[in-house]
């Protein structure tokens, strides 16, 4: 069990838009930070980061948290996991509190995270047997040698190799505490027939997959050996921690690169990755051999707005990539190409060319998609007038797809220019285009609405004399902000604000569970409640609240001060009036509210005595009422 210093050294330190800036690309908004959601899909950002209280709020689908919170939610952690991935990034030392034994910890963890491990195991694994045994050495290494893999990229990419043999890594894994449901359960182990466990990389070399924050979750082997009744490339099956459909190859190793350079370079398998990097091209990930997907192009979004891709010199490779471009611009990149030289791929040109040189040549040959593609069918069309009516379609399909009407307006207009084709006519055709293409994906974008993330927050009342809601959220505010802090020279805020409310009901029962651990801590344990572990409650809908709640503050700005020569309150002050205000707002709409059950209980009474009991209770509440709403100079109806 990780230690409470160590938590709250890991909470002081996290910087909450360094934490997602590792995962989304953040832009400046005045003191805050904006990007797209990483939880749901979404063309405008709505996800916003704030420093000064170490949170995040997507006001798309409600979802928001701190940097554990954040970890725990992006990278499917358990609370204890995402501290110790803050602390790595953080250098920061990890207490274990010895009260807890290593082998009951083990029992307790959960599916991912064995998983988590059993993949790091056996990428040490791979990587030991190519780097330190005579197979590994003289099979593996060379393959790489060959290819103008360096030292460095091999320890960059964690790349390994996987002996030649029946069950090696599974029976190393089995005597390291995995168990053979886990090995199964991961795909690097496959149940034969004859009931034995077998290695599912078997003389291969091996490329790992790793999630945005450097985790292996899969792999990728290459055999080397001629064998026609094996695959040239084996990938692991769909798991509990990889999607094929969610991975980009080299996607962790260029992210950073892909936000300094605004610009994703897509190619198409590991060495390609690995040989523009060594090329000084870094901002690279690939699709490896798989149709591009949606969920990949919401990946790239993520880190930058534009994509080049670069396509192997083969006309036929050409024509099948160009189906992925869509794809792309229906996720609002925008995409240019490079063609590479029939016969060369990405990685065997740049070796041929040298860093340098490639560099000038991607930036030299670097074409807008529309153009391209028009270029190339029409050169295919070769003066057919069938064909050139289908190439008109074709790139009116594609102008569909852009998600912005003035960029797809503005292409429109060249693209029926280049096609020598009035523009009104080609308009005609992408909106048609269009049109039919949101009538085909509307349910499927209905299901993807309702399948969005969503926090249950209080409803908002229809009047403010139906409930008490919003005076009990602003006492939460209060702790969540100032609990710590003097209300008087001898008496802090937690002391004063539980010891008035203690006895007070609550007309929301997740602000009053909120208000009872607050009070618990306070009363019981002598300390005040941290407002993280609320954040990171077991129960989300009470952590979504307090979260909600305390995304809520009030300010006097200093420019009053400073350029309206206005003088402003003293923080001590304000606070005191603040937290003075909210316990008497709040003690005034609970009186209101007695006020109305007594009042109603006079028109329908019990008996004389009753009545006579309810007068003098209506009476003594009046003048409380009166009392607190000349304290608050504010008058509130009943």
């Given at each position: 069990m990780i230690s409470r210093s160590t938590i709250d050294r890991v909470m002081d330190t996290?910087?909450?838009?360094?934490?997602?800036?590792?995962?989304?690309?953040?832009?400046?908004?005045?003191?805050?930070?904006?990007?797209?959601?990483?939880?749901?899909?979404?063309?405008?950002?709505?996800?916003?980061?704030?420093?000064?209280?170490?949170?995040?709020?997507?006001?798309?689908?409600?979802?928001?948290?701190?940097?554990?919170g954040f970890l725990m939610e992006h990278e499917h952690l358990t609370y204890p996991d995402a501290i110790r991935q803050l602390a790595q990034r953080y250098n920061l030392e990890v207490e274990e509190e010895t009260r807890e034994l290593s082998e009951q910890h083990k029992q307790e963890l959960s599916e991912r995270d064995r998983q988590y491990a059993l993949h790091a195991f056996a990428q040490q694994y791979f990587h030991l047997q190519l780097t330190e045994t005579d197979d590994g050495k003289a099979i593996g290494l060379s393959y790489f040698k060959e290819r103008g893999i360096t030292d460095e990229s091999i320890e960059?990419?964690?790349?390994?190799?996987?002996?030649?043999?029946?069950?090696?890594?599974?029976?190393?894994?089995?005597?390291?505490?995995?168990?053979?449901?886990?090995?199964?359960?991961?795909?690097?182990?496959?149940?034969?027939?004859?009931?034995?466990?077998?290695?599912?990389?078997?003389g291969r070399v091996i490329f790992p997959f790793y999630n945005l924050s450097g985790k292996v979750i899969g792999f990728g082997g290459r055999i080397l050996k001629n064998d026609k009744k094996e695959a040239k490339y084996l990938n692991s099956p769909e798991t509990l921690l990889y999607k094929k459909s969610e991975t980009l190859y080299g996607l962790f190793q260029a992210k950073k690169a892909i936000q300094k350079n605004e610009n994703c370079y897509l190619v198409e398998g590991y060495t390609d990755v690995i040989g523009l990097h060594q090329a000084g091209i870094e901002n690279v990930a690939a699709s490896s051999g798989t149709s591009l997907t949606h969920e990949q192009a919401r990946l790239i979004h993520r880190f930058s707005k534009k994509v080049t891709v670069i396509y192997d010199g083969d006309a036929a490779g050409i024509k099948a990539s160009l189906r992925g471009i869509n794809i792309l611009l229906e996720n609002n990149l925008q995409v240019s190409v490079?063609?590479?030289?029939?016969?060369?791929?990405?990685d065997s040109y740049s070796r041929q060319l040298g860093g340098p040189a490639f560099r000038d040549?991607?930036?030299?040959?670097?074409?807008?998609?529309?153009?391209?593609?028009v270029n190339l069918l029409l050169t295919e069309a070769a003066g057919d007038p069938m064909k050139r009516a289908e190439v008109i379609h074709d790139m009116a399909e594609t102008v569909s797809f852009i998600g912005d009407p003035i960029v797809r307006a503005t292409y429109s207009s060249s693209t029926a220019a280049m096609l020598d084709i009035t523009e009104q006519l080609f308009i005609q055709a992408v909106q048609q285009h269009h049109l039919n293409r949101m009538k085909r994906v509307r349910p499927s974008e209905r299901e993807s609405i309702e399948a969005m993330p969503s926090v249950a927050l209080p409803a908002e009342p229809q009047s403010p004399v139906l409930n008490d809601e919003p005076q009990e959220a602003d006492i939460i505010r209060i702790l969540l902000h100032y609990a710590q802090e003097?209300?008087?020279d001898d008496v802090l805020v937690i002391d004063f604000v539980v010891n008035t409310l203690d006895e007070l009901s609550w007309d929301n029962a997740p602000m009053e569970s909120i208000f009872r651990i607050f009070e618990k801590s306070w009363k019981e344990?002598?300390?005040?409640?941290?407002?993280?572990?609320?954040?990171?409650?077991?129960?989300?809908?009470?952590?979504?609240?307090?979260?909600?709640?305390?995304?809520?503050?009030?300010?006097?700005?200093?420019?009053?001060?400073?350029?309206?020569?206005?003088?402003?309150?003293?923080?001590?002050?304000?606070?005191?009036?603040?937290?003075?205000?909210?316990?008497?707002?709040?003690?005034?709409?609970?009186?209101?509210?007695?006020?109305?059950?007594?009042?109603?209980?006079?028109?329908?009474?019990?008996?004389?005595?009753?009545?006579?009991a309810d007068l003098e209770e209506f009476v003594a509440l009046k003048e409380v009422h009166r009392t607190l709403a000349q304290k608050l100079g504010t008058h509130i109806s009943h």
């Open positions: 996290a910087r909450i838009e360094e934490v997602v800036g590792d995962f989304v690309t953040l832009k400046k908004r005045g003191g805050n930070y904006i990007g797209l959601c990483p939880f749901h899909n979404e063309k405008s950002p709505s996800f916003t980061v704030t420093p000064a209280k170490g949170i995040y709020k997507c006001f798309g689908c409600g979802a928001s948290g701190n940097s554990v960059k990419f964690g790349l390994g190799y996987s002996p030649d043999s029946f069950d090696a890594l599974s029976r190393m894994a089995l005597t390291s505490d995995f168990s053979q449901a886990e090995l199964e359960a991961s795909g690097l182990s496959i149940h034969t027939q004859s009931d034995k466990i077998m290695d599912r990389f078997r490079v063609p590479l030289p029939e016969g060369e791929d990405p040549y991607l930036a030299e040959q670097t074409v807008d998609f529309v153009r391209f593609k003097p209300y008087t344990e002598q300390r005040i409640a941290d407002r993280n572990d609320l954040f990171n409650h077991p129960d989300k809908s009470l952590a979504a609240l307090a979260l909600h709640i305390y995304s809520i503050d009030y300010s006097v700005s200093e420019n009053w001060e400073k350029r309206h020569d206005i003088l402003t309150p003293s923080r001590a002050s304000m606070i005191h009036q603040d937290v003075s205000s909210a316990v008497d707002r709040l003690n005034l709409k609970k009186v209101i509210s007695l006020m109305n059950q007594t009042m109603e209980r006079l028109k329908h009474p019990e008996n004389e005595e009753s009545a006579q």
